[in-house]
């Protein structure tokens, strides 16, 4: 079936910048929609930032705003968020998410909208 897999968490000072990759296996996601959630201790795992697989639809966080930036690469199958001028308020247990298909009056900021996980990796900014 399908399979997310995640890579590029680690620990980073404030100010600098990571890269997270997610490539998803099994099937294409050309027509689908990837999504980045995240979840700090305490806290509800929320959206990072959303793009439509095909097209140019994007959706970011406030807080991420200008800081972030989602990718895709559609014949890989993978989804790119790379992130600059990190906070510590940005650390967190970041996640990787799909759906097989995008509507536009669909909102993909709800974890429930999304079919596939990934196993979640670490992103730790220090100050």
């Known amino acids: 079936q399908v399979q997310l897999v995640e890579s590029g968490g680690g620990l980073v000072q404030a100010g600098g910048s990571l890269r997270l990759s997610c490539v998803a296996s099994?099937?294409?996601?050309?027509?689908?929609?990837m999504g980045w959630f995240r979840q700090a201790p305490g806290k509800e795992r929320e959206v990072v930032a959303t793009?439509?697989?095909?097209?140019?639809?994007?959706y970011y966080t406030p807080s991420v705003e200008g800081r972030f930036t989602i990718s895709r690469d559609n014949a890989k199958n993978t989804v790119y968020l790379q992130m600059n001028i990190l906070k510590p308020e940005d650390t967190a247990v970041y996640y990787c998410?799909?759906?097989?298909?995008?509507?536009?009056?669909?909102?993909?900021?709800?974890?429930?909208?999304?079919?596939?996980w990934g196993q979640g990796t670490q992103v730790t900014v220090s100050s």
């Open positions: 998410a799909a759906a097989m298909a995008y509507f536009p009056r669909i909102d993909y900021k709800k974890r429930s909208n999304y079919g596939y």
């Open positions: 099994g099937r294409t996601f050309s027509s689908g929609t």
């Open positions: 793009m439509a697989m095909s097209g140019s639809m994007t």
